[in-house]
Structure formats: structure tokens, C-alpha cells
């Protein structure tokens, strides 16, 4: 199924990377700890991702290839992107689930020391650079008051913790769920 978010959501020069990218994260979930992958299809409900699949491939020339992600609005979706693309909806039964996730953060604050804080994370690198924005139930906004020091955005993350249904609004996206980080760390060779 991941393969079909992405073929619908990146141009294929993007898509061959961001698999081989997520197959070493997948196989690195066994080596990460005792919580089990949570898959980001998880996260949207079955009517969802059957929209997903019966998705026209989406146009690429739009103001995110210009890398106005971090501009007012700019992880917003545009107007005319199929319904799907615009989706709150959630699944239930993730409220409260103690997770762990992987993906690319999309940094919103950071402490005194520059360590980021809080920041979104996203399904695959470069989200909301070159392409429209994940839905809103594929982004979930990560608190991690420890903060941890991102060399980019293209780093991939492990975040453990507490995931909660919990709709969130601000200037940069939307987001269907927030998650409580216990712990966040830059996944390493070691963990493939």
C-alpha cells in the first residue's frame, strides 16, 4: 500500500528512492526496539486509502516544487486536489496507542539550544517540497520537549510514544493526529 501513496503522491524518480528508502526503515523496525512498525497506512481508514487507489496520478507544477513549504500555507493542500487529499478522517482505535513511527521531520520550533521541539512528521522525504502535501491524516504533529538537533529534513527519524486522534491547525499544514514523543533519534546504518 505504500507503494501506491507514493505513486500517487511523487514523480517516479522520487518513488524509486523513497521505496528503497522506506524497505531499509521497514527493516529496520525489528532492530529499533519493542514496539512493532506502525505502518502510515495505519493511520488512514480503509475508505481512504481505496481513494487513494483509484487516485489519478496528481499534477507536480504546483507552488510546493518551489519549496515554499515553510512559507504561510505552504504545507497546505491547494484547491483541486481529489477529496482524498483534503482528508481529516481517522481511525479511532490509534488514539492513545503507544507507536513507534519512522519518517522525515518537518521542523516548526526549536529551544534556546536549536534542537527541534516540535515539528511534523511526514511519510517520505521532501514532503510538501516538490509535490502537494500529504492529507492531513498523514501528517502528525510530533512534541518532543527534549528536542533533538536535525541536520535536515531529509533525515530519517524513529519516534516513540503516545499517538492521539487530535486535530491540529496552524499558519504552515493541518494535521489529524499529534503524537507525545518518548523518544525520537535519528535512525543509524546499524538500525538496517
Not at 505513486?7 to 529499533?32: D, I, V, W
Amino acid at each position: 500500500m505504500l507503494g501506491v501513496l507514493q505513486s500517487f503522491l511523487l514523480p517516479s524518480t522520487f518513488m524509486r528512492h523513497l521505496l528503497l528508502t522506506f524497505l531499509l526503515l521497514g527493516s529496520g523496525y525489528a532492530h529499533a526496539g519493542d514496539l512493532p512498525e506502525t505502518d502510515w497506512l495505519e493511520l488512514m481508514p480503509k475508505s481512504d486509502q481505496k481513494a487513494l487507489e483509484a487516485m489519478p496520478e496528481i499534477d507536480h507544477d504546483s507552488p510546493e516544487a518551489n519549496g515554499t513549504f515553510t512559507e504561510k500555507g505552504g504545507m497546505k493542500q491547494s484547491k483541486g486536489l481529489p477529496a482524498v487529499m483534503y482528508s481529516t478522517k481517522t481511525v479511532a482505535s490509534m488514539n492513545d496507542r503507544n507507536i513507534r513511527l519512522g519518517g522525515y521531520p518537518v521542523p516548526l520550533e526549536s529551544d534556546a539550544a536549536g534542537r527541534s521541539t516540535l515539528f511534523f512528521l511526514v511519510p517520505y522525504p521532501g514532503a510538501c517540497i516538490h509535490v502537494p502535501p500529504p492529507p492531513p491524516n498523514q501528517l502528525v504533529l510530533v512534541r518532543y520537549p527534549k528536542g533533538l538537533k536535525l541536520e535536515d529534513i531529509y533525515t530519517p527519524l524513529w519516534v516513540t510514544g503516545t499517538l492521539k486522534v487530535e486535530k491540529v491547525s496552524n499558519d504552515l499544514a493541518d494535521a489529524a493526529y499529534a503524537l507525545d514523543a518518548a523518544t525520537v533519534r535519528v535512525v543509524q546504518e546499524s538500525d538496517l
